[in-house]
């Protein structure tokens, strides 16, 4: 790997090379093949900007994917909370608490 | 059911809303990712399905084999072009920079700020790049450098570029002007450029190479502020960075600087024995200015550990290499290296040849401070050989020539003691030593006195 690999056509090569390895990190983080692209788009941007000095281009593209991915899960987890909170329904109880009301009633 | 999926208890109790909002999530989130216990939601009833349709918008992660092809295609479509137009605002950046340098500095931030010509990330880039290359030898104008790469990347696309990539380049520059100021020794204003720097870093892309790059440049203020433990600290910190990134050059970057402050320490077979371990990972191709560093510093070490003879034999390599990258201010560096070294062999003559020389060049070079240091190693070899009328002439003209330099005034009155005590014939090498300990201390802290 060289920095040459931040110009255009070396990163494609890399993104090809890169594809099994990127698939599964956007399965684990749940993010869709419509959500994958602009992530992969910033992350390939920043290679090509801050990689020209630097051989490491796979690891950082690799690192700036998952923090894409991260990025959206954590707004998945925003917002799946906010819903919970708006839920008349929701529970503000911990889970240990729970456990000790079963535990207190008869069997 | 197996351990990678839900117990129907727990689907139960999270239908029910019996768990905390962290578990209640956690829960669903597994349900996101696994559509085979999604599929069991309806057997647990309705209230599970409309809890999770309220989480997740009804949104159910079912991707495909191969789905995923396109988006690499897609991709590299796409930055072919980008690729393409990045490589042109590299090419197209030295003639902007040849534009900008024929114009007064205050002109450059005009220029930069009224015509978008100048506005490119390519230009950014080099200026960065051409003020780390100066620095250490004109560290005034490395500044103005890195201000003006700042001007450029403040009106570059947040759009394009985007926030924390812009975030990244801006707390480099800051990092680079804090620099230059340690290098011009205005050490109150490298703290505040730091904490800029630090400010820009934490909304950057969080990238461990940009950290680790901005801890080695603070580990070099750390050193100059006499605080080894938390330079040592700062500097381990970025080697295990750039170890988690697989950098090797950048870890004997590193290295190479742990080794000086070893030495600063008087630790000196630690400090050989990091630059050996440097030595297998600079990258000469990369970097050849650091691979010289390297192998002079481990020269002279070399020497003051008492080993003259392998010192001189490495010599013949570091002059390669400082034909190699024909900087001058290097060469004169060696050949100050050959002086120490020719003195430990007892070649005394060679030895104030090549110091004479050494001295001459920084004062030619206008590098006032190297100059009274070399001076203070030809005093030394004048008074251990008993030239005494030599070592006067010289003490002479050194508060002469200093005067009208870079040394600062608490340096110049070591000197003058020196003078003095050359005058008196009470001079001793130890006194010459003690001044060159102090000189080197007090490079960066001007405020520092001398304390016979």
């Given at each position: 790997m060289t920095p040459g690999d931040a110009r255009g056509g070396d990163l494609a090569e890399v993104l090809r090379r890169l594809g099994s390895r990127l698939e599964a990190l956007f399965r684990r983080f749940g993010v869709s093949p419509e959500e994958a692209v602009p992530i992969l788009d910033e992350a390939v941007l920043e290679v090509q900007l801050r990689c020209s000095r630097q051989p490491d281009v796979e690891g950082r593209l690799l690192r700036a994917v998952e923090r894409g991915c991260a990025a959206l899960l954590a707004e998945r987890r925003r917002k799946a909370l906010a819903a919970l909170a708006e839920?008349?329904?929701?529970?503000?109880?911990t889970g240990e608490e729970d456990r000790e009301d079963h535990e207190r009633r008869p069997p | 059911m197996s351990e990678d999926h839900l117990e129907d208890e727990t689907l139960s109790r999270w239908a029910a809303r019996k768990l905390s909002s962290e578990e209640t999530f956690e829960v669903g989130w597994h349900l996101f990712l696994c559509a085979p216990c999604r599929a069991r939601l309806p057997e647990i009833g309705p209230e599970a399905e409309a809890l999770y349709d309220k989480m997740f918008a009804g949104h159910r992660f079912t991707v495909p084999p191969g789905a995923y092809d396109g988006v690499t295609r897609a991709v590299a479509e796409k930055l072919r072009r980008t690729g393409l137009a990045i490589e042109r605002e590299r090419s197209t950046a030295p003639t902007l920079w040849a534009e900008l340098e024929g114009q007064p500095p205050g002109r450059r931030a005009l220029l930069v700020e009224n015509s978008?010509?100048?506005?490119t990330y390519g230009l950014a880039e080099l200026l960065l790049t051409e003020c780390r290359r100066i620095w250490s030898e004109d560290p005034a104008r490395a500044e103005e450098l890195a201000e003006l790469a700042l001007a450029v990347t403040y009106r570059l696309d947040r759009r394009i570029h985007g926030p924390a990539l812009l975030n990244d380049i801006k707390a480099e520059a800051w990092a680079y002007i804090a620099n230059c100021r340690r290098i011009r020794s205005d050490l109150r204003s490298v703290s505040e450029a730091f904490e800029i720097a630090d400010e820009f870093h934490a909304r950057g892309t969080g990238d461990p190479n940009e950290e680790a790059s901005l801890l080695g440049l603070k580990a070099s203020y750390l050193r100059d502020q006499r605080r080894f433990e938390d330079a040592v600290a700062t500097i381990d910190r970025a080697i295990e960075l750039y170890r988690e990134t697989g950098d090797e050059h950048q870890q004997g970057r590193m290295l190479i600087k742990k080794a000086m402050m070893c030495r600063d320490m008087n630790h000196l077979e630690e400090a050989i024995a990091l630059l050996q371990q440097a030595a297998s990972r600079i990258d000469g191709e990369r970097e050849p200015r650091v691979l010289l560093c390297l192998k002079n510093n481990l020269a002279l070490y070399l020497g003051e550990a008492g080993n003259p003879l392998e010192a001189r034999k490495m010599l013949r390599e570091v002059r390669r290499l400082a034909v190699q990258t024909g900087m001058p201010i290097e060469r004169l560096r060696l050949l100050w290296t050959e002086g120490l070294i020719s003195r430990r062999l007892r070649q005394d003559s060679v030895a104030e040849a090549a110091l004479k020389r050494t001295m001459d060049g920084f004062l030619e070079a206008g590098i006032g401070y190297d100059a009274a240091l070399v001076a203070l190693d030809l005093a030394e070899l004048y008074l251990e050989t008993e030239r005494y009328g030599e070592a006067r002439d010289l003490a002479a003209r050194m508060i002469r020539v200093f005067?009208?330099?870079?040394?600062?005034r608490e340096a110049l009155a070591a000197l003058a003691i020196l003078q003095q005590s050359i005058e008196r014939d009470a001079a001793t090498v130890a006194l010459v030593q003690q001044i060159a300990r102090y000189l080197q201390r007090a490079r960066r802290n001007p405020a520092l006195r001398f304390e016979p």
């Open positions: 839920s008349p329904e929701t529970s503000e109880t | 978008s010509r100048f506005q005067a009208s330099r870079d040394v600062h």
